[in-house]
Nanobody, 119 residues
Framework: QVQLVESGGGLVQAGGSLRLSCAAS????????MRWYRQAPGKQRELVAV???????NYADSVKGRFTISRDNAKNTVYLQMNSLKPEDKAVYYC?????????????WGKGTEVIVPS
């Protein structure tokens, strides 16, 4: 089937940067939109950024100007460059993608990677 695997999380001081990666693998015909979500302790999962297959992007207001989403279609990978990190960015970050697998389009999720920004 299809798997999404995130990497790049960790502990970073406020003001620092991290780059998250999410690689899709398996029986992939094509990938439409790819997204990053995050979920902080005690809060609902929220959409952080989305990138279409054509490269159009959109961001949550809370990360505009600080985070950049990009993708490498040849590698079936999406990235999230996070700069000027704040304690409120602390969360588990999840990758999500709309993937055609065996001619069926469905959404897949990764298991998440944790970002810690001490206050």
């Amino acid at each position: 089937q299809v798997q999404l695997v995130e990497s790049g999380g960790g502990l970073v001081q406020a003001g620092g940067s991290l780059r998250l990666s999410c690689a899709a693998s398996g029986s992939i015909l094509s990938i439409n939109a790819m997204r990053w979500y995050r979920q902080a302790p005690g809060k609902q999962r929220e959409l952080v950024a989305v990138i279409t297959s054509g490269g159009s992007t959109n961001y949550a207001d809370s990360v505009k100007g600080r985070f950049t989403i990009s993708r490498d279609n040849a590698k079936n990978t999406v990235y999230l460059q996070m700069n000027s990190l704040k304690p409120e960015d602390k969360a588990v970050y999840y990758c999500n993608a709309d993937i055609y697998c065996s001619s069926v389009l469905r959404a897949y999720w990764g298991k998440g990677t944790e970002v810690i920004v001490p206050s």
